[in-house]
């Protein structure tokens, strides 16, 4: 199976700030590489695919950059409706399970 | 807009079989797209259980795989779950999701709103 670790495992942050999340497989994975935001009591939302690739409707201050094992989430500059729970996901096989990372929860400072 | 909605019990008792049922609204369970079922128990992060495609093939996660079973009903557009044996551990809020596959790669861009199974006598 592949595991994913995520780092922070949680950060408090300002409005305004700019915020790095870091996703790593225990093997390499390609691009293969999606991200979530989770707000409590909601189900997940897709921000970014494929490592880079921003889901339609998503704000441009979220981006996403990586390929083989370490990935990397940034949102620009933080906004009040960022605070919320973020999860990697890959996907490279199916054979071994898609799996997601543990959460990084962004709360505020 | 596709929606998906699951619908099941909410309390299971252990030893037992969860079955849930997720519909398919605004789009075809026949587009090629993967239908994967996702789980999250209270305070914890995501766990993927399983996926199938409209042909009825299927994906399992290696470690609910003796367990688990998802079929397709493509009649009534939606697809189910079942997990048998289920103890105290399988609590948690279940959610239904399109996998959306680009270049050989799984993404969920669709998710249920979740429904929470209890397991408990």
């Known amino acids: 199976d592949i595991q994913m670790t995520q780092s922070p495992s949680s950060l408090s942050a300002s409005v305004g700030d700019r915020v790095t999340i870091t996703c790593r497989a225990s093997q390499s994975i390609s691009s293969y590489l999606n991200w979530y935001q989770q707000k409590p009591g909601k189900a997940p939302k897709l921000l970014i695919y494929a490592a880079s690739s921003l889901q339609s409707g998503v704000p441009s201050r979220f981006s996403g950059s990586g390929s083989g094992t370490d990935f990397t989430l940034t949102i620009s500059s933080l906004q009040p409706e960022d605070f919320a729970t973020y999860y990697c996901q890959q996907s490279y096989s199916t054979l071994g399970g898609i799996t997601f990372g543990p959460g990084t929860k962004v709360d505020i400072k | 807009q596709v929606q998906l909605q699951e619908s099941g019990p909410g309390l299971v008792k252990p030893s037992g079989t969860l079955s849930l049922t997720c519909a398919v609204s605004g789009g075809s369970i026949s587009s090629s797209n993967w239908w994967s079922w996702v789980r999250q128990p209270p305070g914890k992060g995501l766990e993927w259980i399983g996926e199938?495609?409209?042909?009825?093939?299927?994906n399992y996660n290696p470690s609910l795989k003796s367990r688990v079973t998802i079929s397709v009903d493509k009649s009534k557009n939606q697809f189910s779950l079942k997990l048998s044996s289920v103890t105290a551990a399988d609590t948690a809020v279940y959610y239904c999701?399109?996998?959306?596959?680009?270049?050989?790669?799984?993404?969920?861009?669709?998710w249920g709103q979740g429904t929470l199974v209890t397991v408990s006598s």
């Open positions: 199938i495609y409209h042909s009825g093939s299927t």
């Open positions: 999701a399109r996998g959306l596959v680009v270049v050989a790669a799984t993404h969920f861009d669709y």
